[in-house]
């Protein structure tokens, strides 16, 4: 029995069908032979492995912004083979790549290593986008001082007991009043328009985002009555 043997291993070959040929040939006293052969094939068919797949990540959005813009590197894969890595879709469909903005809640980043062969791999995180920030509600410094309207015992309100500068990063904040003391009231937004009996009430707003972020402040309204009392006297009697 001979056979021919290949000079060296053949080169990778990913689709299986490719390799070194080794041929057998058995050959009798009497110089009858037959032949039968066998390849060798190189395949592979080893994923890649990634080495620094990042952690879940929680972080707060930029100041007075309703995003973040998280930086994170590619991870790095080996493989016994080349091999190349790149960010694909996540499960919702979307690709954020590093320094783009992130909203507010849980974003899945996935990352997809792929040998010449196709063996893949994947480097799965969250990153977690917070709001922390707390909202700015400013209200009158000093206690709003006013008579009452012509002919009545109470005052109709007016700008002058809106809020003085009202701000937050997301918009999802909702706006509440609530007025105690002498008035008794609560509403939405802006207490302008309502109507103030006489003495002293106070005014409290409260701001409350979607993250249950919550800023409030007070301020007094004193209603007063400097309405001089009209008396019609009887006309004279003889």
Known sequence: ????????????????????TITWTATDAC???????????????EAPVFVNCPTDLTINVDVDACTSNP?????????????TVSQIANAAGNILASGT?????????VFLATDICGNTATCTFE????????????CPSNTIEVDTD?????WTSDSRVSTSFSVENCPDQTLVYDITGATIADGIDDAAGEVFELGLSTVCYTS???????????????????E????TCPANVT
Do not use: K
């Not at 029995?1 to 070194?20: E, H, R």
């Open 31 to 45: 110089g009858n032979s037959s032949t039968c052969q066998a390849q060798i094939i190189v395949e592979d068919d």
């Open 127 to 138: 990153i977690t986008v917070i709001d922390s920030d707390i909202p700015i509600v400013l």
């Open 150 to 154: 012509d002919g009545v015992c109470t």
């Open 208 to 226: 409350t985002d979607a993250s249950g972020n919550v800023s409030s402040c007070c301020f007094d309204v004193f209603v007063m009555d400097n």
């Open 71 to 83: 930086i994170f590197s590619t991870p790095i894969a080996n493989d016994n083979c080349s091999v």
């Open 101 to 109: 903005a992130f909203p507010i809640g849980v974003t899945e980043v």
């Open 1 to 20: 029995i001979s056979y021919t043997n290949p000079s060296a291993l053949p080169d990778l070959d990913c689709s299986g069908t490719g390799g070194a």
């Open 228 to 231: 001089v009392p009209v008396i």
